[in-house]
C-alpha cells in the first residue's frame, strides 16, 4: 500500500538552511526542530558537522533534546564528513555524491567506477564504526544522470549489504512524475531497499513527483516548511500533506495538522518571508470563496468547493462579499450572523447596491455591514 507507511525526512534544518534568507540561531533551530517534531515528523534532516562550528554545535544540542523523531545529518560522501557526523550523536546519516555528467565533471571530478569505490569505502567505513546508525547513500541530480550509470552505482551499493535506504534527487527540479515513477518503481523492484525522495520545484511538479515516488513505493519524502530551499526549494510540508490528505484523509491523520498554520508562520518569520497567498493551507486565499455561486453553495455544503477542511488546520473558511461578483445568499448569510432578520427582497435590494457601489471598487465588510444595518433600520420602521 504506497500511502500507508511513509515517513517524512524533514529538511528545513538542512535544505532549508540553503535558502536565500535562512540563517537560523541555535535557539530558533531548537524551536523548529521541536515544533516539527510535536507535528509527528518521523526524522528531522541537518546540515553537516562539516559546514561550520556552530552546525556541529546544533546538531549536538538536537540530539540531546530528547525528541521523538530521529535525526539525520547530510553529508558528502567521504570518510572525513563521515567521521565528524559520526562523532555528533545523530542516529542517522544521508550521504550524497553526483552522478550526473554535470556535477562529475564540475563538482567532484569522479567518474562512475571511481564513485562506486569511494562509495563502497565510505559506507563500509561508516558501517565499521557504528553498526546501528540508519545509513542512505544518494546520487545527486538523478534524473540528469545516464540511467545505466545510476543503475550500476545504484545496484553496487545495494551489493554491499550495508544501507538501510537508497535516495533519489531531482536535484534541478526537472523530472516528471512519470520519470520519477519509473525511476523509484525500478529500484523497489532491483533493491528490496526504502527510497527516499527529494524534490525541488524549479518547474513546479515538485509535490506531483513526491507523489508519484510514493505511489511507486518509495517510503521516505524529503520536505521543508514552506518549501524552502536552494533556488525557489522542494516539497512543501504543508503541500504534501495537503496532496495526501485529498487522497485520503487517513494518510496524514499521524500528524498534528492543526500546528501547520503555526510552523508555516514561524518560518515565514524567521526568514523574513511572507507565506505566499496561493500556499497550501496556509495561504490567505487557500479558504476563501468570492464568486455569488460559489459562496451559495459551500454556505449550504462546504465539500461543494472544498477538498481540506480548514477546521482540520485550525482555520476557518472566509466569504468575500463587497464585491461585484456578490451573490444574495452570501449577504443574507452576513445579515444572519448579525442578527439582522431581513426579508428577501431586502437582501436582494442590498445586494443590488453593493454590486453597483463595488463596481467603483470593492467594499470593505465594514461598509457591507453599514449597509445591511441602513437596511434593517428601514426595515423595522
Ligand atoms: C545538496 C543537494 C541535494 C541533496 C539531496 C539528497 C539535492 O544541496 O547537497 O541528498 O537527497 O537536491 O540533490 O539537496
Ligand atoms: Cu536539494
Redesign the pocket.
Known amino acids: 500500500m504506497p500511502f500507508e507507511n511513509y515517513s517524512i525526512i524533514e529538511?528545513t534544518l538542512?535544505?532549508g538552511e540553503?535558502f536565500s534568507t535562512a540563517t537560523f540561531t541555535p535557539a530558533q533551530k531548537l524551536e523548529i526542530a521541536g515544533i516539527l517534531d510535536d507535528f509527528g515528523v518521523e526524522m528531522i534532516e541537518m546540515t553537516s558537522p562539516s559546514a561550520s562550528p556552530q552546525s556541529e554545535a546544533d546538531i549536538r544540542a538536537i540530539t540531546s533534546a530528547g525528541l521523538n523523531a530521529r535525526i539525520l545529518t547530510?553529508i558528502?560522501c567521504n570518510r572525513d564528513d563521515a567521521a565528524r557526523a559520526l562523532d555528533t550523536g545523530v542516529d542517522g546519516l544521508?550521504?550524497?555524491i553526483?552522478t550526473s555528467p554535470q556535477l562529475m565533471q564540475h563538482s567532484h571530478g569522479r567518474n562512475i567506477r571511481q564513485i562506486i569505490d569511494l562509495a563502497a569505502d565510505v559506507m563500509r567505513y561508516i558501517r565499521e564504526q557504528k553498526p546501528d546508525i540508519i545509513l542512505?547513500f544518494?546520487t545527486?541530480?538523478?534524473f540528469r544522470s545516464r540511467e545505466s550509470d545510476l543503475l550500476r552505482v545504484y545496484l553496487s551499493v545495494a551489493d554491499l549489504g550495508l544501507v538501510d535506504r537508497l535516495?533519489?534527487?531531482?536535484?534541478?527540479g526537472v523530472a516528471l512524475p512519470t520519470q520519477v515513477y519509473a525511476m523509484v518503481g525500478q529500484l523497489v523492484r532491483l533493491t528490496g531497499l526504502d527510497i527516499?525522495f527529494?524534490g525541488?520545484n524549479d518547474s513546479g511538479c515538485a509535490i506531483a513527483n513526491a507523489c508519484a515516488a510514493l505511489e511507486a513505493g518509495a517510503t521516505h519524502i524529503?520536505t521543508t516548511v514552506l518549501g524552502i530551499?536552494?533556488r525557489n526549494g522542494?516539497t512543501p510540508l504543508g503541500g504534501l500533506v495537503a496532496r495526501l490528505y485529498t487522497i485520503r484523509r487517513e494518510y496524514v491523520a499521524k500528524y498534528k495538522l492543526a500546528l501547520l498554520p503555526q510552523i508555516d508562520q514561524l518560518i515565514a518569520d524567521m526568514c523574513q518571508i511572507d507565506i505566499p497567498f496561493n500556499n497550501y493551507v496556509t495561504g490567505s486565499s487557500a479558504f476563501m470563496h468570492k464568486a455569488g455561486i460559489h459562496a451559495k453553495a459551500v454556505l449550504a455544503d462546504p465539500t461543494t468547493y472544498e477538498i481540506l477542511k480548514p477546521e482540520d488546520f485550525g482555520l476557518s473558511r472566509e466569504i468575500a462579499i463587497g464585491h461585484r461578483l456578490t451573490g444574495w445568499n452570501a449577504m443574507r448569510e452576513r445579515a444572519r450572523s448579525l442578527g439582522l432578520s431581513l426579508t428577501d427582497d431586502t437582501v436582494r435590494d442590498v445586494t443590488q447596491t453593493v454590486k453597483r457601489l463595488a463596481d467603483d471598487r470593492p467594499l470593505s465588510i465594514a461598509e457591507v455591514d453599514a449597509l445591511l444595518l441602513q437596511a434593517a433600520g428601514g426595515d423595522l420602521r
Not at 535516495?167 to 534541478?172: F, S
Open positions: 529538511s538542512r535544505e540553503q547530510h558528502r544521508d550521504v550524497v553526483g542512505r544518494s545527486e541530480d538523478t535516495g533519489v534527487a531531482d536535484t534541478v527516499e527529494h525541488h524529503d530551499g536552494e522542494i
